[in-house]
Structure formats: C-alpha cells, structure tokens
C-alpha cells in the first residue's frame, strides 16, 4: 500500500509495476502535481492542467495497480491496517510519501494572511488575489490604498519565494504593462524578504549573489537579514518598520504530515519521521517513509533535501527493498545521488548548480526548463508547458489570467448592499 501519489508514492508504484505484488495507490486528489511549477499557475503562466495528471492515467497499463480516493487518517501498525475514516485495510508493506504543508514557526494566525503555495487550490488562490489587486488598484481613488495593493510581499528567499517573486514582477512589468488606464503595473512594488544572509542558501554564495542581482535587476526589491515579526490583512511588520500591502505570499517554511503521529513514532522538529537506513520505521521493517515526510540522512549525516529528485530516488529505491525482502534479502541502505540544484528568477536569468560546474543567465535558464520538462508526467502536459513557454517567451503575455473562484471582499461587499438596494426598491 502506497498512501500519497506526490513524486515519491508515484516513482514507487511504478518501479513496482512488473513485481510480484498487488499494489494499491491512495491519495485524497486524483491526481499527481508537479508542485515545482505551481507558482506559474500563480502567476499566470500555465494552467493547473498542465503540471497535473490522473494517477489511473499515469498507472493505467500496470495490471497489479489499483488507486483509491480517499482520505487516509491514521495507522495501526498492530493490526497492519490503514485507517480511512471509519473504514479499516489492511497492509502487507506500507509506503507513506505523504508530503509536507506550510509550517508557521510558532505563529499559525498568519496562515490567514501570508498564502504559501502546495496544492492546485493554493495556486489559483493566489492568482485570483494577485490579479484582483491590479484590478481594484484600477478603480481605487485612495492613493495610500493604490499603493497597498500595487504592493506584493514574498516571504522566504529559497528557491520557491526567489522563482514567485522574479514571476510576479515579470507579469507585472511585462504581461500587464499595456493592460490598464489608470494605473501603471510596471510600478508595482515586489519585496522578497529573507531572515538569513543570503538568497537560496543551499546554493553557492557567488550563485546566491547572483541571483539577488537578477531580481533586483527584474524590479524585485530584495531584503537579507530581515525577521518577520508579524502579519496582518493591511501588512508586514519587520520589528517597528512595516510593509504596507494586501498581497502577502508565504514560502519560509514546511511542516511534515501527520504520519508521525499515525505512527507514534521519534519526529524531528518539522515532524519528519526519522527512518532507518533502509527508510523503515524503526521498529516496523514493513513500514517506510519517503519524501518530504522522512528524515533522512545522506553520508555526511546531513538530512536529505526535500525536493522531486530525492522523493523519487526514494521511491524507486523502496519498491526494490520491498522486492528484495520478499525474496529474503536485506536490502543495502539508501543513497542519495545529488544531481544539482536549479532555480529560475525571471526571463532568461536561472541559476543552476550540478557539483562543481555552477551556470547563471541564459545557458542556466535552459536547463532549468529542459529538466523541468523532463520531469513532468505525461507528453501532454510537457508539450502544453512547452507551447505556452515558447508564447510567453515571444509575446510577453501571460495565456491564463483568468480570475475564477468566489471573492470575499467582493461577496461581503455585495452582500452589504444588498438590503440598501431592497430599501431603495421599496420606497
């Protein structure tokens, strides 16, 4: 049984494919994300459908696979069942790739203001708040107000906030530059702070440095060494200074799934499960853990990264432990091969870094989107990203800036004035 269809759950039920064995694949969506691209779904540049597909798709010529939709909540490890509600099934192995969420450090309350970016629904949120801005920005006659909501903030200089933020000046200042009468969106605001040294610190400090150039270059005003101390719906508060805006986009931080807890098992602070070598649970050979929600260690003792090319490295390496235990074998412990780290800050600007050779510009912005395209699931969906890069490139348009899903403000508003307009009515 393999609960989460993410990039670790998929690779290990594929690599199970031709093995002696049934395999069940549960997840709560029906679909696999590739959540490296979703903040191009935020930003207007792809569609959800082209960085998703059905998991009965992507599985559908392995005869000894099935998928379930469903919700898992809990874990028996006693009695070797997964816990669905109030429905109980049991396992032989189990392969918990359950994934990560957004982690608040303590301050939970700022959920509500500061959106991270995990799942489809985060994504289209988020475009639906960004390009609202512009548009209320459009008719709003309080200049401090304009200025508010012309005013995007990200928050955490790793790969995902460095790529949001680059994105949303790039929409602002290229896509929406001819598209509005009153305002000017080339004069949006995008502040990306960080409360470390320096951007993208699993990188290089000359390619860190880099890519802060390119972004400021881009617009992006960058702050290093900046602790957030508090978010609300008008604001940033960095200690007594604050960044007024509406716009507040979360990417300092993940929390693991509650699999440990299913579990009761030793969690790091992040609430990864620390696994054996082999990525078993201690103490239950039968149950491993992978990706985002395991706690790892390389050779040097240091925890693995928490990125698509580790989850599926983990993935393939568990469906051959679980062959080799069937077969009576112990299987040799797991190995991380490090093949790089890739980050893209805006049009033709990436960095890349693949051991000792380290790209910035151009060269580096191409191998971001082959291997981003190389990754994705399905010719479809590599051929759609491909086509509505290729327009983006050309035109400077954005293809998707749809503003879909309910409004609240918008909702509240009309719902104020609706008695009014009864009133009036009326009389």
Same mark, same amino acid.
Request: proline residues 4%; aromatic residues 8%.
């Given at each position: %049984?393999?609960?989460?269809?993410?990039?670790?759950?998929?690779?290990?039920?594929?690599?199970?494919?031709?093995?002696?064995?049934?395999?069940?694949?549960?997840?709560?969506?029906?679909?696999?994300?590739?959540?490296?691209?979703?903040?191009?779904?935020?930003?207007?540049?792809?569609?959800?459908?082209?960085?998703?597909?059905?998991?009965?798709?992507?599985?559908?010529?392995?005869?000894?696979?099935?998928? %379930?939709?469903?919700?898992?909540?809990?874990?028996?490890?006693?009695?070797?069942?997964?816990?669905?509600?109030?429905?109980?099934? $049991?396992? !032989?192995?189990?392969?918990?790739?359950?994934?990560?969420?957004?982690?608040?450090?303590?301050?939970?309350?700022?959920?509500?203001?500061?959106?991270?970016?995990?799942?489809?629904?985060?994504?289209?949120?988020?475009?639906?708040?960004?390009?609202?801005?512009?548009?209320?920005?459009?008719?709003?006659?309080?200049?401090?107000?304009?200025?508010?909501?012309?005013?995007?903030?990200?928050?955490?200089?790793?790969?995902?906030?460095?790529?949001?933020?680059?994105?949303?000046?790039?929409?602002?200042?290229?896509?929406?530059?001819?598209?509005?009468?009153?305002?000017?969106?080339?004069?949006?605001?995008?502040?990306?702070?960080?409360?470390?040294?320096?951007?993208?610190?699993?990188? !290089?400090? &000359? &390619?860190?440095?880099?890519?802060?150039?390119? &972004?400021?270059?881009?617009?992006?005003?960058?702050?290093?060494?900046? %602790?957030?101390?508090?978010?609300?719906?008008?604001?940033?508060?960095?200690?007594?200074?604050?960044?007024?805006?509406?716009?507040?986009?979360?990417?300092?931080?993940?929390?693991?799934?509650?699999?440990?807890?299913? &579990?009761?098992?030793?969690? !790091?602070?992040?609430?990864?499960?620390?696994?054996?070598?082999?990525?078993?649970? $201690?103490?239950?050979?039968?149950?491993?853990?992978?990706? !985002?929600?395991?706690?790892?260690?390389?050779?040097?003792?240091?925890?693995?990264?928490?990125?698509?090319?580790?989850?599926?490295?983990?993935?393939?390496?568990?469906?051959?432990?679980?062959?080799?235990?069937?077969?009576?074998?112990?299987?040799?412990?797991?190995?991380?091969?490090?093949?790089?780290?890739?980050?893209?800050?805006?049009?033709?600007?990436?960095?890349?870094?693949?051991?000792?050779?380290?790209?910035?510009?151009?060269?580096?912005?191409?191998?971001?989107?082959?291997?981003?395209?190389?990754?994705?699931?399905?010719?479809?969906?590599?051929?759609?990203?491909? %086509?509505?890069?290729?327009?983006?490139?050309?035109?400077?348009?954005?293809?998707?800036?749809?503003?879909?899903?309910?409004?609240?403000?918008?909702?509240?508003?009309?719902?104020?004035?609706?008695?009014?307009?009864?009133?009036?009515?009326?009389?």
């Amino acid at each position: %049984m393999i609960v989460g269809a993410g990039f670790g759950g998929l690779s290990a039920a594929k690599a199970l494919g031709r093995a002696p064995v049934e395999v069940l694949v549960i997840d709560r969506h029906n679909y696999h994300l590739f959540q490296p691209l979703l903040y191009q779904v935020a930003t207007a540049a792809l569609s959800p459908a082209d960085i998703a597909a059905p998991i009965r798709s992507v599985l559908r010529h392995q005869a000894n696979t099935s998928v %379930m939709l469903a919700k898992v909540t809990g874990v028996d490890t006693v009695r070797q069942e997964v816990v669905l509600g109030a429905r109980r099934v $049991p396992f !032989d192995f189990l392969v918990l790739a359950t994934g990560a969420r957004h982690a608040y450090f303590g301050h939970d309350g700022w959920e509500l203001h500061a959106h991270g970016i995990k799942k489809i629904d985060d994504a289209t949120f988020l475009r639906r708040k960004i390009l609202l801005a512009f548009e209320r920005a459009e008719s709003e006659s309080d200049p401090s107000e304009r200025r508010r909501l012309l005013t995007f903030v990200v928050i955490g200089g790793g790969a995902t906030g460095v790529e949001m933020a680059g994105a949303i000046a790039e929409l602002a200042r290229k896509a929406l530059a001819a598209d509005f009468r009153t305002i000017d969106p080339r004069s949006a605001r995008v502040t990306l702070i960080e409360a470390g040294p320096r951007l993208l610190p699993a990188f !290089d400090e &000359l &390619l860190s440095e880099k890519a802060k150039r390119s &972004l400021e270059k881009l617009g992006v005003e960058v702050l290093v060494n900046a %602790m957030v101390t508090g978010c609300d719906a008008s604001a940033v508060s960095l200690g007594a200074a604050r960044i007024e805006t509406r716009t507040i986009v979360w990417g300092a931080g993940v929390r693991a799934s509650a699999a440990g807890k299913w &579990l009761g098992v030793e969690t !790091d602070r992040v609430g990864r499960v620390k696994v054996a070598p082999d990525l078993s649970v $201690p103490g239950h050979s039968n149950v491993f853990v992978i990706g !985002d929600t395991a706690h790892a260690l390389d050779r040097k003792g240091q925890p693995l990264p928490g990125i698509a090319p580790a989850a599926k490295q983990q993935g393939a390496y568990v469906a051959r432990a679980i062959v080799a235990r069937l077969a009576g074998e112990s299987p040799a412990p797991f190995h991380y091969r490090d093949f790089g780290s890739l980050a893209t800050i805006g049009r033709r600007s990436a960095v890349v870094q693949l051991g000792r050779v380290h790209l910035s510009g151009y060269l580096a912005w191409w191998l971001w989107g082959l291997a981003h395209i190389c990754f994705l699931i399905g010719f479809r969906n590599r051929l759609a990203v491909a %086509m509505n890069w290729a327009w983006n490139y050309v035109s400077f348009q954005r293809g998707t800036r749809l503003i879909t899903g309910s409004d609240p403000e918008t909702d509240a508003a009309a719902s104020s004035a609706a008695p009014a307009a009864l009133l009036r009515e009326s009389a």
